[in-house]
């Protein structure tokens, strides 16, 4: 299922289940819908492929998401953002 079809709350069930997944002992990369790795971790992966690698999670988010921008920037502005989308690296 593409996460074009599905509604808000299930992007956010989605992202709960995964983020309490990620806290069990059982954790591994694959076992989820969203890789969990750290935007540090991810930029190292890919800092090894390519020359230039940027994070645009929050400008992502915002434009995605452009009718609900300043829940966005809400949630990103008090640290919450890292828990609750995944990190968005070009």
Not at 8 to 14: A, M, N, P, R, S
Request: charged share 20%; glycine share 6%; aromatic share 18%.
């Amino acid at each position: 299922m593409s996460e074009k079809n599905i509604n808000w709350l299930g992007k956010l069930t989605w992202n709960w289940n995964d983020w309490c997944v990620s806290l069990t002992k059982f954790f591994r990369n694959e076992y989820i819908t969203h890789a969990d790795y750290t935007s540090r971790e991810l930029s190292g992966i890919l800092k090894q492929h390519y020359s230039i690698v940027a994070e645009v999670t929050p400008s992502y988010y915002r434009r995605f998401y452009a009718n609900r921008s300043s829940v966005i920037s809400f949630l990103i502005g008090g640290g919450l953002g890292r828990y609750l989308f995944p990190t968005y690296i070009i």
